[in-house]
Nanobody, 124 residues
């Protein structure tokens, strides 16, 4: 079972930036697509961004397009989420997840390994 460990969350003022990282254990990282999801209190887990196994295909939810950037370094078994121009509505626990496949999907049900989450709080 792969282990995913997120880091980089914190408290930032609106308009600021954070970079999340998710380090994966094991030797098969490059075989799978990776995704970032977020969840706020009282809300369902929401798709944020995903990247296929090679990094050649990427997708974002509309609310973060132009502000967030997902990338991966297969040599380091790590996926990143660069978050710029943060807004208070971006406040949530952010989770990285590994897809069941080399291509990504938007539903959290297609991801079978999850990190513990990292809190991102954006103050106004």
């Amino acid at each position: 079972q792969v282990q995913l460990v997120e880091s980089g969350g914190g408290l930032v003022q609106a308009g600021g930036s954070l970079r999340l990282a998710c380090a994966a254990s094991g030797r098969t990282f490059s075989n799978y697509a990776m995704g970032w999801f977020r969840q706020s209190p009282g809300k369902e887990r929401e798709f944020v961004a995903a990247i296929d196994r090679s990094g050649g295909s990427i997708s974002y939810t509309d609310s973060v397009k132009g502000r967030f950037s997902i990338s991966r370094d297969n040599a380091k078994n790590t996926v990143y989420l660069q978050m710029n121009s943060l807004k208070p509505e971006d406040t949530a626990v952010y989770y990285c997840a590994r897809s069941r496949y080399g291509t990504y999907y938007y539903s959290y049900e297609e991801y079978n390994s999850w990190g513990q989450g990292t809190q991102v709080t954006v103050s106004s």
